[in-house]
């Protein structure tokens, strides 16, 4: 979240949001402790058991699909 304001994707138009760490029941063994940071690409290779899955997952949903259809080019995971 640090970098994404510090240096966002568009020049002179930051980012600015507000996260709410809730557990979810597909992931029972979610860290809420203050200090825990992770990825979102991380996340998501965790809660679909690895490479496999989630790309099975990104096929099912067509994410990049149905970004590209509101303008979003690009879903930089590691941000």
Do not use: C
Not at 15 to 40: A, G, H, I, K, W
Request: proline letters at 5%; hydrophobic letters at 30%; charged letters at 40%.
């Amino acid at each position: 979240m640090q970098e994404v304001r510090e240096r966002p994707m568009r020049s002179g138009k930051p980012v600015q949001f507000s996260v709410l760490r809730v557990p979810f029941f597909l992931e029972p063994d979610y860290d809420t402790s203050e200090d825990f940071q992770e990825t979102n690409r991380e996340r998501l290779l965790r809660k679909w058991s690895g490479a496999a899955g989630f790309a099975a997952q990104k096929r099912r949903h067509g994410l990049k699909e149905r970004g590209r259809e509101v303008g979003i080019e690009h879903f930089d995971l590691d941000r």
